[in-house]
């Protein structure tokens, strides 16, 4: 299958590294100038240290970089052949709607719509591309190429083919995917991103320090990671876009973000992918 992954940032970098692994040709691209590449670089990086791991061959590592192809001259191009569009851009509605209305118009009409957005209307995006019954979600899991679950989101419009045909897909990556509705916050970050931002608030207010929050969840609940180092792995800026969405679409004081992501997030305190967020992160 020829996959086409439109954006380089750390989710689209992942599911290019899990495409080509499982055997699919991906074709990588990114507005901005030189991000692919990096991208392809970090993924090349990646597979090398799995081998290195004895998780695959030095060969198999080298074929699945090998089977990534950087589109530089443009959007209409990297989706011109695509068997699935798999759009995995910055988490902002206005942005994603002028990808989808350019995919929709470029896109062969057999070709799969895929967005991995973690918060936005799955609806409103297949409304943008001009095709709503051949877009869902397909929402991967920080970092994408090891996290077993996607989450694929019907659109009120998407038909019960796509999301088959996206189902096969997330199969052919070794994931397990579950069906939910467009709602906001869809099942997985309904859940997690109020109890990460609760999580912030503690340690904004001076309840604990943030190492002494992380404790009591891991030693506390047996949780396998605490909630602000997952903040800052999941990216601060995509814990404050989905709790900005979830209090939008409910109105609910509950989903107010705390803050202190407003004010990190304004610092360009990201988590581990800046080298600061909650924490601090050496050699990033």
Known sequence: MNVSVLGAGTMGAGIAQACATAGH??????????????AHERVRSALDRQAEKGRMSPGEAADAAERITVETRGLADAVASADAVIEAVVEDDEVKRRVWAEVGQGAPRKALLCTNTSSLSV????????????????????????????????????????LARAERLAESLGKTPVRCEDRP????????????????????????????????????????????????????????????????????????????????????????????????????
């Open 25 to 38: 040709a991906v074709t990588l691209f990114d507005a901005a100038e030189g991000a692919a590449s990096a």
């Open 123 to 162: 609806t409103a995006l297949g409304t943008a591309s001009g095709r709503p019954e051949a877009l869902c979600g397909l929402h991967f899991f920080v970092p994408a190429p090891i996290m077993p679950l996607v989450e694929v989101v019907r659109g009120e419009a998407t038909t019960g083919d796509t």
């Open 185 to 284: 916050g869809f099942l997985v970050n309904r859940l997690l991103i109020p109890y990460l931002n609760e999580a912030a608030t503690l340690a904004d207010e001076g309840t604990s320090t943030p190492d002494d929050v992380d404790r009591a969840m891991t030693l506390g609940a047996n949780m396998p990671i605490g909630p602000l180092a997952l903040a800052d792995m999941v990216g601060l800026d995509v814990v404050l876009s989905v709790m900005e969405s979830l209090h939008r679409e409910f109105g609910d004081p509950r989903y107010r973000p705390a803050p202190v992501l407003r004010r990190m997030v304004r610092a360009g305190h990201l988590g581990r992918k800046r080298g600061r967020g909650f924490f601090e992160y050496g050699g990033t």
